[in-house]
């Protein structure tokens, strides 16, 4: 049985296209993992109902990253907190006002985490660069009074350091055992991304895509484990 503090910080991206292959995949991962998350591909194919029914057996994170004029995101904001999802996220490029506003919406849904996407980790722009400004969006974030960010595990660390150990922090980009990295750019592998400050690690094609996706996640878990005491 997987060691609940690290299943409830592992993610599964649920990129699948249809609700019965989303229904098959959680089923196969069972109680391996703590959180589901949504994202374009399946909300756009099934809407919230799905995302209703997969937050009954887990964590549900709502991965839409709002980006647009203020006033629009605020209601998206609410559209998402009436569905009763765990976490959603903006993107910290939507600027002060936007991100101020979505905290706001998100204020009358005290369960449900609201976080900002820094600099994707698929961006191409050096580690360095991405560095300094996923800290200055983290910033932007923490300020504006959003619970944490979306950032690459080389981020992570400098951003709990400014932002404070509370400020959540999600890294995809994770793989391991000379994985493709397919369109990531800054990846880690799940030992590195516990001891390099990662709150919550966002893990999709090695899992759905392994022959035996429980046990990928398993083996995930093991890693993240171990650097544990
Ligand atoms: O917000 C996200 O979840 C996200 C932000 C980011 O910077 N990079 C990123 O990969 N993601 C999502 O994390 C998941 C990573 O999937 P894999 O690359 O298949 O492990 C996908 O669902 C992406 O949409």
């Given at each position: 049985?997987?060691?609940?503090?690290?299943k409830d910080?592992?993610?599964?991206?649920?990129?699948?296209?249809?609700?019965?292959?989303a229904l098959?995949?959680r089923?196969?991962?069972g109680?391996?993992?703590?959180?589901?998350?949504?994202?374009?591909?399946?909300f756009?194919?099934e809407?919230?109902?799905?995302?209703?029914?997969?937050?009954?057996?887990?964590k549900?994170f709502?991965d839409?990253?709002?980006?647009?004029i203020?006033?629009?995101?605020a209601?998206?904001?609410?559209s998402?907190?009436g569905?009763?999802?765990d976490?959603?996220?903006?993107?910290?490029?939507?600027?002060?006002?936007?991100?101020a506003?979505?905290?706001?919406?998100?204020a009358?849904?005290?369960?449900?985490?609201l976080?900002?996407?820094?600099?994707?980790?698929?961006?191409?722009?050096?580690?360095?660069?991405?560095?300094?400004?996923?800290?200055?969006?983290?910033k932007?974030?923490?300020?504006?009074?959003?619970?944490?960010?979306v950032?690459?595990?080389?981020?992570?660390a400098?951003i709990?350091?400014?932002c404070?150990t509370?400020?959540?922090t999600?890294?995809?980009?994770?793989?391991?055992g000379?994985?493709d990295t397919?369109?990531?750019?800054?990846?880690?592998?799940?030992?590195?991304?516990?001891?390099?400050?990662?709150?919550y690690?966002?893990?999709?094609?090695?899992?759905?895509?392994?022959p035996?996706?429980?046990d990928?996640?398993l083996?995930?878990?093991a890693?993240?484990?171990?650097?544990?005491?």
């Open positions: 049985m997987p060691d609940n503090r690290m910080r592992l993610m599964v991206a649920l990129d699948v296209n249809h609700r019965d292959a098959a995949m089923d196969q991962l109680d391996s993992v703590g959180w589901l998350k949504v994202g374009l591909r399946l756009v194919a809407g919230p109902e799905l995302v209703r029914d997969l937050n009954t057996s887990h549900l709502l839409l990253k709002f980006h647009d203020p006033n629009t995101v209601q998206a904001v609410e998402a907190g569905l009763g999802v976490m959603i996220n903006v993107h910290a490029g939507g600027g002060e006002e936007m991100l506003s979505a905290a706001k919406a998100a009358n849904f005290p369960d449900m985490k976080i900002a996407v820094t600099v994707l980790t698929s961006d191409p722009m050096p580690k360095e660069q991405a560095r300094v400004v996923a800290l200055e969006r983290a932007l974030a923490h300020d504006a009074g959003l619970d944490g960010i950032c690459s595990v080389h981020e992570a400098a709990k350091q400014t404070g509370n400020f959540i999600v890294t995809p980009g994770i793989r391991w000379g994985q397919q369109d990531q750019k800054r990846v880690a592998d799940p030992a590195s991304a516990i001891t390099g400050g990662s709150d690690l966002v893990v999709g094609r090695p899992i759905l895509h392994a035996n996706p429980r990928a996640a083996e995930a878990l890693m993240m484990e171990s650097v544990t005491a």
